[in-house]
């Protein structure tokens, strides 16, 4: 099976634009969740979406959103981009290991606001 | 505010030798629990979960895991240089449930 793709790799955005990243989740799995990752803070959770409703959100302002698609890809999107942005972004997809739901990782986008 | 503890590290040990990496939780109601890898400018990688009390193997990884004490260990036997990496500690309170994520410790090993 392919793995979690994301696209695009990397990015840079100047403050107060918008970005939306992309994930496709491996085949079959239907939950993604997103995280942001930095130096100072570790990772993250952004939210989860499952079937195409979000299902748990993290304690990140409402410039973070998402959605998810029938065929399971998600995107989230932040606007009015702030410096703290900077950050990879992973997302992961969830399924079944050994009767125990388990998350695989994307490789991330890594994205810069200057 | 649920939260999941790794000592701040780095950990440095000798090739071949054991290396001990620890991590607490506050939440009595986690279920589950993971080790996830990452090396430098790569994503995590799961290397093993652990939701029973007691030891779980998997070739040179030991997950240990005590409820009670709220803590969850990772043992690397015979420590080689690629395990050099950030490993990190998760845990969720059940299914549908979102993963709580440690800060992380830095183990390197020396040749």
């Known amino acids: 099976k392919a793995g979690v793709t994301q696209t695009p790799r990397y990015l840079i955005k100047t403050r107060g634009q918008q970005v939306t990243l992309s994930c496709s989740p491996i085949?079959?799995?239907?939950?993604v969740s997103w995280y942001q990752q930095t130096p100072g803070q570790g990772l993250q959770f952004l939210f989860e979406y499952f079937s195409e409703t979000q299902r748990n959100k993290g304690n990140f302002p409402g410039r973070f959103s998402g959605r998810q698609f029938s065929n399971s890809r998600s995107e989230m999107n932040v606007s009015t981009l702030e410096l703290g942005d900077s950050a990879l972004y992973l997302c992961?997809?969830?399924?079944?290991?050994?009767?125990?739901?388990?998350?695989?990782f994307g490789p991330g986008t890594r994205l810069l606001v200057l | 505010q649920k939260e999941v503890e790794q000592n701040s590290g780095p950990l440095s040990v000798p090739e071949g030798a054991i290396a001990s990496l620890n991590c607490t939780y506050s939440?009595?109601?986690?279920?589950?629990f993971f080790w996830y890898r990452q090396y430098s400018g790569k994503s995590p990688e799961l290397i093993m979960f652990i939701y029973s009390n007691g030891d779980k193997e998997d070739g040179r990884f030991t997950a240990q895991l005590n409820k009670a004490s709220q803590y969850v260990s990772l043992l690397i036997r015979d420590s080689q240089p690629s395990d050099s990496a950030t490993y990190l500690c998760?845990?969720?309170?059940?299914?549908?449930?979102?993963?709580?994520f440690g800060k992380g410790i830095t183990l390197s090993v020396r040749p």
């Open positions: 085949s079959g799995h239907r939950s």
């Open positions: 939440d009595r109601g986690s279920q589950s």
């Open positions: 998760a845990v969720s309170t059940g299914a549908n449930s979102k993963l709580t």
């Open positions: 992961a997809s969830e399924g079944d290991k050994g009767g125990q739901e388990t998350q695989y």
